[in-house]
């Protein structure tokens, strides 16, 4: 059928998915926090946000696996709150999505452009957009293979950066000016540990676009669950054994304010003609490429279910006839991708250019994602209690309403320490209301959709 899409994908394939959409967080973007709050004071952060996406996943994942559907949070939101909370949930995760991978490409570039200095680091970028949106437009199956491949390798070299920096690991180290700069903890080092809670995001950001993958899921029911769990708990290891380990590997300071924390830590201990650098440098691309990869997929499914649905042009739900993936969908997110590559060094926002803030942008798109989804989790237990739920949020409503709590604290804290982005944030959603407004008999006309009509689900 035109608008269906196949179903190809098992547990591995997903977990694979989960953790490849987060992994380059795990190289780089997170060591800007030790410049805000300092390694101590940006552990309690982080420890924090690992809290809230333990307590968001387990609770996402009873959304899931009720509402199997490509459009993810849309679904969930639009089935809760009706087409207006539906679009606003579509719209966050579609720029969280969207503003991620230009910024991910052009590390990608800039990484080629340092092993080989005659490589435009921007044509990289464009480069890997073509690749990947390519190997995307082939086949789901295809494209989920290779994520699963990139991120096991991406993985195995995490564990050989803690590996080789164990034994000149030294806890003074990572403890010696700890809290925002500062040798003992004070009542400023809030200040530092609020303002470092982006980069603490940057750990897990996306890992809910595995979600969007659930009408290729076979037996989402159990795969997703599977997927969830194992991910969350993998980057969990990963997010505080490399954070930890590095700072221990030296003066932490040098590594606050780079791109390449991980190499820069290495170096510290095996200095800088050590096989193990190099190794490190070459394969910890991999991270790069399953991160970026991996939000192609994402970006492109709620691109798709939108468009099925009414509430982005029809068009862009067109499943290609032979691969069965959402070709449209996908180079129109590469679209706007490629835009934000050649216009970073010219919009300037905050004083910095675009690259330097697109990060954060994404960060205000996951953050009222993950309100509007756990509300409307809150909402479906009242309005639909026979709502075929295979898998329940566990600790229900304490765990739920903890992420929503703490999600919360995240988008005051982002707002008070970007007010400039905050607004213009708020001009994206206003101009996507604009439109959603303008064009109801769109979505008038669109297919019957059960999953986010709410059709009641008997339990069996």
């Known amino acids: 059928m035109e608008h269906q899409l196949k179903k190809t994908l098992g547990s591995w394939h997903l977990w694979g998915i989960a953790v490849g959409l987060v992994i380059s967080g795990e190289y780089f973007g997170w060591s800007y926090g030790w410049a805000q709050a300092g390694t101590l004071g940006f552990l309690v952060t982080s420890l924090f946000i690992a809290a809230m996406y333990a307590a968001f996943i387990f609770s996402y994942t009873e959304l899931t696996t009720a509402i199997p559907h490509a459009g993810g949070p849309f679904a969930y939101a639009k089935r809760a709150f009706g087409p207006a909370g539906g679009f606003l949930a579509g719209i966050a995760t579609l720029i969280e999505f969207v503003f991620a991978p230009p910024a991910i490409a052009l590390a990608i570039g800039a990484y080629l452009n340092v092993q080989f200095p005659e490589i435009n680091p921007k044509y990289a970028a464009v480069a890997a957009y073509v690749i990947f949106m390519a190997l995307n437009i082939v086949g789901v199956q295809i494209a989920a293979t290779f994520e699963l491949f990139v991120t096991v390798i991406a993985i195995v070299e995490l564990l050989v950066f803690m590996g080789v920096v164990a034994p000149g690991f030294s806890m003074a180290n990572f403890t010696q000016n700890g809290w925002s700069g500062h040798g003992d903890f004070s009542i400023a080092a809030w200040g530092g540990i609020f303002a470092a809670i982006p980069f603490a995001i940057w750990f897990f950001l996306a890992i809910e676009g595995a979600a969007m993958a659930a009408e290729e899921a076979k037996d989402p029911k159990r795969t997703i669950p599977r997927a969830y769990i194992g991910g969350i708990l993998t980057l969990l290891v990963l997010a505080v054994g490399v954070m930890i380990f590095a700072g221990g590997a030296g003066d932490w300071s040098k590594l606050a304010n780079i791109n390449d924390p991980l190499p820069q830590a290495m170096k510290m201990i095996v200095g800088e003609t050590s096989g193990w650098l190099h190794m490190l440098v070459w394969i910890g691309l991999f991270g790069l490429i399953a991160s970026f ?48 590559i050649f216009s970073d060094s010219l919009i300037v926002i905050a004083g910095q250019p675009l690259t330097a803030n697109i990060v954060t942008l994404s960060v205000f798109g996951a953050i009222v994602m993950y309100i509007v989804s756990m509300a409307s989790l809150f909402k479906l237990r009242r309005s639909e209690p026979t709502l075929e739920r295979t898998f329940r949020a566990p600790g229900y409503p304490v765990v739920p309403a903890f992420a929503l709590f703490a999600a919360c604290i995240c988008l005051a804290a982002l707002v008070f320490y970007n007010q400039l982005l905050a607004l213009i944030f708020l001009c994206f959603l206003a101009v996507a209301f604009t439109y959603f407004y303008l064009t109801a008999h769109q979505r008038d006309s669109a297919p019957a959709d059960t999953l986010l009509d709410g059709v009641v689900v008997e339990q069996t």
Do not use: E
């Open 293 to 340: 990869h991996g939000i192609i997929l994402g970006y492109s499914r709620q691109i798709f279910a939108l468009g099925r649905a009414g509430y982005l042009p029809k068009w862009l739900a067109a499943v290609h006839p032979r691969f069965k993936t959402p070709h449209r969908a996908i180079l129109a997110g590469g679209v706007v991708g490629i835009a934000a």
